[in-house]
């Protein structure tokens, strides 16, 4: 006899075909990340137009089958039964979340579910045609499709104070760009000072020494080595291949595939990518196995991803305690180019401030302005203070007010990420709440583990990922992003625990 799902309620008939309807859905994502997966990791460049087709038939028929009458009709018919049980009991949750996201996908027709998929697939092949040619007029033609796609669908699904709140809450169910604004306020009265005072100390921290000739495939062995020891399972849960840009993609919570990409004068590269990645990983490999086919079986928001892909990559990865423990390791891939090295010295160098133009190699003191950058741009297109024609320009001088330097071609500036090649809008926010949020829930995990750094410094990570695992991972997406920081720390998004975080760390290295 098979034990009763916790997700299951034998008594409740409608419930149960509700589960039965959304399972098949899940079902439809997962061959739709299968095929993403395959057009990022081994697809010929040839196929990408039929992929387009395949893709968006599968995001067609997701559509199709998730906005279905007989979803709308359960709906209803499960009102007093969702009242009847506890808010946070995982049947109420399941109605309460399938409500939430059937309202936002009935209020999208089909063709323009269809139209915003072939524009992502376009997009992305334009983006790296124009990344070849170092030049933002390839891509513009294509960015200015996905821009009105993108217009379109935020007016359709409507918005109280401004457009972008209707796609913010895509990444972030519950919260406003008004929330952003003040967030980014807060981050930039205090990160601002400290960049100018860092910087006014010069180039104190030698990292040169990461930047030499090291062997790809070492490279990819340390990668491997780095995200099995803090705990994502990469052979029968998982693997890890390359691709352009760097991704988790879920295909089932037992199938939860992570890429990285690997610059052989540079060590950091591959490495850090290695450790941001395998924090969605065990994110996704840490859900109950019991949302598997739920519409439950995944993140809280991308916010929260974020937060443990930057748990890993920064709390852990860049702190002095993990180099005590991982140097050995690092030492005996690369004996002869970190002769010279020590665990402190790779501390400092994987710590260096300077103002930098790529996003995902900025430190964690400049981080949040990159995303700044993306995000006012994004809101000034948005208010029609700027066209895309324009943007390459834009960026450019923002990056010289915020960070006092601009890119010498648009490969290095405005080329850089992904994101704007599939949608366009409050997609970049989600990496600062996420960096917020990973020191509220590292915080936490100390309150019951006051030896946390020494752990880490052992090599010991299990404390912290069974702490994830046990406070977060197991609240899977029953949440909103705040309710679940809120259960998990008993606060909302708070700035003050990063914030001194940045601030006791960088004072450190940089003797303030
Ligand atoms: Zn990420």
Redesign the pocket.
């Known amino acids: 006899m098979s034990k009763p799902d916790a997700t299951q309620a034998p008594g409740n008939p409608q419930y149960a075909r509700l589960l039965e309807l959304i399972s098949e859905v899940r079902d439809i994502q997962g061959i739709g990340a299968l095929l993403f997966w395959d057009q990022q990791v081994i697809m010929p460049r040839g196929g990408a137009a039929s992929r387009g087709n395949h893709l968006a038939l599968v995001n067609k028929l997701r559509h199709e089958r998730f906005t279905s009458p007989e979803i709308g009709r359960l709906l209803e018919g499960l009102r007093s039964y969702e009242e009847s049980l506890p808010y946070d009991s995982d049947e109420a949750s399941t109605i309460r979340v399938t409500r939430r996201e059937y309202a936002k996908a009935t209020k999208l027709p089909p063709e323009l579910v269809v139209r915003a998929s072939r524009a992502a697939t376009e997009g992305y092949t334009v983006w790296l045609a124009a990344r070849e040619a170092r030049d933002y007029g390839v891509f513009r033609p294509a960015l200015e499709k996905t821009v009105a796609v993108t217009r379109e669908i935020a007016e359709t699904l409507g918005y109280e104070d401004h457009p972008m709140d209707a796609l913010l809450d895509q990444h972030e169910p519950g919260m406003k760009v008004a929330d952003v604004e003040t967030l980014f306020a807060e981050l930039r009265t205090a990160l601002v000072p400290l960049a100018k005072a860092i910087a006014a100390k010069g180039d104190i921290v030698d990292s040169a020494f990461l930047q030499q000739p090291f062997d790809r495939a070492k490279q990819l062995a340390l990668g491997l080595e780095a995200v099995k020891a803090i705990g994502y399972d990469p052979e029968i849960r998982g693997r890890m291949d390359i691709s352009v840009h760097p991704y988790t993609i879920d295909i089932a919570l037992d199938d939860v595939r992570i890429t990285t990409r690997v610059n052989e004068n540079y060590v950091g590269q591959s490495f850090f990518a290695c450790l ?2 395998a924090g ?1 990983g065990i994110y996704g490999q840490g859900l109950p196995g019991k949302f598997g086919r739920s519409i439950l079986g995944d993140g809280a928001s991308a916010g929260l ?2 937060s443990q ?1 930057r748990l890993w990559e920064n709390v852990v990865g860049r702190s002095r305690a993990f180099w005590q423990s991982f140097f050995p390791r690092l030492e005996a891939h690369f004996p002869t180019q970190l002769a010279a090295a020590t665990p402190e010295s790779i501390y400092r160098a994987v710590n260096r401030v300077r103002p930098s133009l790529i996003r995902v190699e900025a430190d964690e003191v400049t981080y949040n302005l990159h995303i700044m950058v993306r995000f006012e741009l994004e809101k000034a297109v948005f208010d029609g203070k700027l066209e895309v024609k324009d943007l390459a320009e834009a960026w450019n001088a923002k990056f010289k007010e915020y960070l006092g330097i601009a890119p010498s071609d648009d490969l290095t500036g405005i080329l850089q990420d992904i994101h704007w090649s599939m949608s366009f809008g409050a997609n970049f926010t989600s ?1 600062t709440i996420g960096n917020v949020a990973s020191i509220q829930l590292y915080e936490e995990a100390v309150k019951q583990y006051p030896d946390m750094t020494e752990r880490i410094a052992r090599g010991d990570f299990a404390a912290l990922f069974g702490w994830m695992k046990d406070n977060l991972h197991v609240h899977a997406a029953k949440f909103t992003p705040q309710e679940t920081l809120e259960r998990v720390t008993g606060k909302p998004l708070t700035a003050a625990p990063y914030l001194g975080y940045i601030k006791r760390k960088f004072t450190d290295i940089y003797g303030l």
């Open positions: 941001h990645e969605h991803h974020e892909s990496y």
